[in-house]
């Protein structure tokens, strides 16, 4: 009553310092696998500081223990993910949520641009029950930028080796009623370089010298743009999102059988709607439309008349959790069609998937007891995936985190019906499926994070490529195969000014059941080791940074006679903030010029220089780390 009776008295208003009260973290999406996964072994790669360092989504992913990224060429050139010895094939590739594979297909991540990218979430391990039968091997969810309500403007431009140029311009801020995000970007590289060659008829002879050899049609340009608009609508938040890219490049072939006139140019549009929102009685619920459509026309070489595809795809997807007591219930379900028009054929699936998952907290929250099964169908393929995992918390930042699993994935629509090139089709495959465990040890505190574990999984009717001289592959199961092996992850930033993180792989894979020449050989593209090291240190106006990435050799035939060398490729950076939000960055890879291979045995590009700058107006400042997320 004495303040108010002073209050009362006062000759003017009384001003009082302002308070500000941080907004609470908006909840991750449905798909992120915190969510569908709780104790999955999920580590996230973030592009916050980054942007000028990193060219390519494959160059990102990269970083993620376990992970193994196969490129074609140099920039531009296609990229695949595969993740703890499954192919590439087995991996769900997502981009918020909707799917960039379809069934049993490759996601070709060099077609989503850095520029668009927030951060990039990966799931390692058998992931069926809640992802659907795609996630044979693990999930990548790659999230892109976010729109802010506040208006901002950025942009950045890159010049560098090799013809190298690319671009991006985007805004974002409150319109429509909501907050909006737009997006464009733009990237084009000749390609072409010099490198030794040595005639197969002179390896392994004394004295035998390489010649300098030009590689050709590596060519490739791109451009595309992200549309996002958001609205809050009576607490339903309502998001829509169009993402579109086109593509041309050149297909350059192999070292022995170069195609200086082989080309590539597709083209794919993204599509979703989403509404979510949360009850009093805490019931999350989530719904979603989307849609994806993909061209795909491939020319010249071994083509001939050319080979031109077609690819639709549509999905509705509900999500649902609800907290009961100790449980914490949720499900999944979706329905959809993928179709294919090709020159080889016009296949049509349905696509149903059902996921039902209990997290279960025990003592109090300081351990959980996750169960999941999965119910999906595919076309003529149906199959059920259970999941059982656990987490249970310890002293000192510490956490111990167990899992085991079924996975399944059918044929793809190529493999059974869609020869391409030289790559021909088996329509008595059967689909592959894999039993998986791994367990691992977590800490995370406010200044550290990292984990140790391993991993052991058994795939049946793994499906392979073998090649038949000179050119033609054709695919194959493989009865029985193992893939096991230890990840270690961490990242410390004890002060503002320095950050290094670093991860390591050792993998073994090894054919169990196969007919004689093959048993107990390793897996075709599955290095034993693969390591990756980067640290940045500086004040916010100047920031240096090295990096450093290597894989051990490798096989490309089930008889383990071919070979791809292993390389370390060291890279360095800096970024000088020149006058504000103006920022130069000058980015130089493969520094000691290593000449690494790609996937069909063509030498990768050498050294190269990149020059950045980079404008961002009215935008927060860049952080280095995603709040909130941790190795997991």
Same mark, same amino acid.
Request: charged share 15%.
């Given at each position: 009553?004495? #303040?108010?009776?002073?209050? $009362?008295?006062?000759?003017?208003?009384?001003?009082?310092?302002?308070?500000?009260?941080?907004?609470?973290?908006?909840?991750?999406?449905?798909?992120?696998?915190?969510?569908?996964?709780?104790?999955?072994?999920?580590?996230? @790669?973030?592009?916050?500081?980054?942007?000028?360092?990193?060219?390519?989504?494959?160059?990102?992913?990269?970083?993620?223990?376990?992970?193994? @990224?196969?490129?074609?060429?140099?920039?531009?050139?296609?990229?695949?993910?595969?993740?703890?010895?499954?192919?590439?094939?087995?991996?769900?590739?997502?981009?918020?949520?909707?799917?960039?594979?379809?069934?049993?297909?490759?996601?070709?991540?060099?077609?989503?641009?850095?520029?668009?990218?927030?951060?990039?979430? @990966? %799931?390692?391990?058998?992931?069926?029950?809640?992802?659907?039968?795609?996630?044979?091997?693990?999930?990548?969810?790659?999230?892109?930028?976010?729109?802010?309500?506040?208006?901002?403007?950025?942009?950045?431009?890159?010049?560098?080796?090799?013809?190298?140029?690319?671009?991006?311009?985007?805004?974002?801020?409150?319109?429509?009623?909501?907050?909006?995000?737009? %997006?464009?970007?733009?990237?084009?590289?000749?390609?072409?370089?010099?490198?030794?060659?040595?005639?197969?008829?002179?390896?392994?002879?004394?004295?035998?010298?390489?010649?300098?050899?030009?590689?050709?049609?590596?060519?490739?340009?791109?451009?595309?743009?992200?549309?996002?608009?958001?609205?809050?609508?009576?607490?339903?938040?309502?998001?829509?999102?169009?993402?579109?890219?086109?593509?041309?490049?050149?297909?350059?072939?192999?070292?022995?059988?170069?195609?200086?006139?082989?080309?590539?140019?597709?083209?794919?549009?993204?599509?979703?709607?989403?509404?979510?929102?949360?009850?009093? #009685?805490?019931?999350?619920?989530?719904?979603?439309?989307?849609?994806?459509?993909?061209?795909?026309?491939?020319?010249?070489?071994?083509?001939?008349?050319?080979?031109?595809?077609?690819?639709?795809?549509?999905?509705?997807?509900?999500?649902?959790?609800?907290? +009961?007591?100790?449980?914490?219930?949720?499900?999944?379900?979706?329905?959809?069609?993928?179709?294919?028009?090709?020159?080889?054929?016009?296949?049509?699936?349905?696509?149903?998937?059902?996921?039902?998952?209990?997290?279960?907290?025990?003592?109090?929250?300081?351990?959980?007891?996750?169960?999941? %099964?999965?119910?999906? $169908?595919?076309?003529?393929?149906?199959?059920?995936?259970?999941?059982?995992?656990?987490?249970?918390?310890?002293?000192?930042?510490?956490?111990?985190?167990?899992?085991?699993?079924?996975?399944?994935?059918?044929?793809?629509?190529?493999? +059974?019906?869609?020869?391409?090139?030289?790559?021909?089709?088996?329509?008595?495959?059967?689909?592959?499926?894999?039993?998986?465990?791994?367990?691992?040890?977590?800490?995370?505190?406010?200044?550290?994070?990292?984990?140790?574990?391993?991993?052991?999984?058994?795939?049946?009717?793994?499906?392979?490529?073998?090649?038949?001289?000179?050119?033609?592959?054709?695919?194959?199961?493989?009865?029985?195969?193992?893939?096991?092996?230890?990840?270690?992850?961490?990242?410390?930033?004890?002060?503002?000014?320095?950050?290094?993180?670093?991860?390591?792989?050792?993998?073994?894979?090894?054919?169990?059941?196969?007919?004689?020449?093959?048993?107990?050989?390793?897996?075709?593209?599955?290095?034993?080791?693969?390591?990756?090291?980067?640290?940045?240190?500086?004040?916010?106006?100047?920031?240096?940074?090295? $990096?450093?990435?290597?894989?051990?050799?490798?096989?490309?035939?089930?008889?383990?006679?071919?070979? %791809?060398?292993?390389?370390?490729?060291?890279?360095?950076? @800096?970024?000088?903030?020149?006058?504000?939000?103006?920022?130069?960055?000058?980015?130089?890879?493969?520094?000691?010029?290593?000449?690494?291979?790609?996937?069909?045995?063509?030498?990768?590009?050498?050294?190269?220089?990149?020059?950045?700058?980079?404008?961002?107006?009215?935008?927060?400042?860049?952080?280095?780390?995603?709040?909130?997320?941790?190795?997991?």
């Amino acid at each position: 009553m004495a #303040s108010l009776a002073w209050g $009362q008295s006062s000759s003017g208003p009384v001003l009082l310092a302002p308070v500000t009260v941080p907004l609470p973290p908006a909840p991750p999406s449905p798909e992120s696998p915190s969510q569908r996964d709780p104790t999955g072994q999920t580590s996230v @790669v973030d592009m916050a500081g980054r942007r000028s360092e990193v060219l390519s989504t494959g160059a990102l992913l990269s970083e993620v223990p376990g992970a193994v @990224v196969n490129s074609t060429g140099g920039v531009g050139q296609s990229e695949s993910i595969s993740l703890r010895g499954a192919p590439n094939t087995g991996v769900l590739v997502l981009l918020d949520g909707m799917p960039l594979n379809g069934p049993g297909d490759i996601a070709d991540i060099s077609l989503i641009p850095p520029a668009i990218l927030e951060r990039a979430e @990966v %799931l390692r391990g058998s992931a069926s029950a809640s992802y659907g039968p795609l996630a044979l091997g693990g999930v990548v969810n790659l999230v892109t930028r976010k729109a802010t309500d506040t208006p901002s403007a950025f942009g950045d431009f890159t010049a560098g080796s090799f013809g190298t140029f690319r671009g991006s311009l985007g805004a974002s801020g409150h319109v429509l009623g909501g907050t909006g995000l737009l %997006l464009v970007h733009g990237a084009y590289s000749q390609g072409d370089f010099t490198y030794s060659y040595q005639p197969l008829v002179d390896v392994g002879v004394p004295g035998a010298v390489g010649m300098p050899v030009q590689r050709v049609n590596n060519q490739s340009a791109s451009g595309g743009g992200l549309l996002k608009q958001g609205w809050d609508i009576s607490g339903w938040a309502l998001d829509a999102l169009l993402e579109a890219d086109v593509l041309s490049r050149g297909l350059a072939g192999t070292e022995e059988h170069p195609t200086p006139n082989s080309e590539q140019s597709a083209s794919r549009v993204l599509a979703s709607v989403r509404t979510q929102h949360t009850f009093a #009685s805490g019931l999350s619920l989530s719904l979603r439309l989307d849609s994806r459509r993909t061209t795909d026309n491939l020319t010249g070489g071994s083509f001939g008349a050319g080979e031109y595809d077609r690819l639709w795809q549509a999905g509705a997807t509900a999500d649902a959790a609800w907290p +009961l007591g100790p449980h914490a219930l949720a499900a999944t379900a979706s329905v959809g069609v993928a179709s294919v028009h090709a020159t080889g054929g016009s296949p049509t699936w349905a696509l149903t998937s059902l996921s039902l998952r209990d997290e279960w907290l025990l003592f109090q929250g300081r351990a959980s007891l996750v169960g999941a %099964l999965g119910l999906d $169908q595919v076309g003529p393929y149906v199959a059920a995936s259970p999941k059982l995992g656990v987490s249970v918390g310890l002293p000192l930042g510490f956490s111990v985190r167990a899992n085991a699993g079924y996975g399944f994935r059918p044929p793809s629509f190529y493999e +059974l019906y869609l020869p391409t090139g030289t790559l021909g089709v088996n329509p008595n495959l059967q689909p592959e499926r894999s039993f998986s465990v791994d367990g691992a040890l977590v800490y995370a505190s406010r200044w550290a994070t990292g984990s140790v574990g391993g991993f052991w999984t058994r795939y049946q009717d793994l499906i392979t490529y073998e090649y038949y001289p000179p050119f033609f592959a054709r695919p194959n199961n493989i009865s029985v195969a193992d893939a096991w092996g230890m990840e270690a992850e961490a990242r410390v930033r004890p002060w503002p000014w320095l950050d290094a993180q670093g991860s390591y792989t050792l993998q073994q894979t090894e054919n169990v059941r196969d007919v004689a020449p093959y048993f107990g050989k390793p897996l075709p593209y599955r290095p034993a080791q693969l390591g990756s090291a980067r640290i940045a240190a500086g004040p916010d106006w100047l920031q240096a940074r090295v $990096q450093v990435q290597g894989r051990s050799s490798v096989t490309v035939n089930r008889a383990g006679i071919l070979m %791809l060398p292993g390389h370390v490729f060291v890279g360095a950076g @800096v970024d000088v903030v020149l006058w504000k939000r103006l920022t130069a960055s000058l980015q130089v890879n493969n520094i000691f010029n290593v000449q690494g291979q790609d996937l069909d045995g063509y030498p990768l590009p050498g050294r190269a220089v990149f020059a950045t700058l980079a404008l961002a107006l009215g935008e927060a400042a860049p952080t280095t780390a995603h709040e909130g997320e941790a190795p997991r």
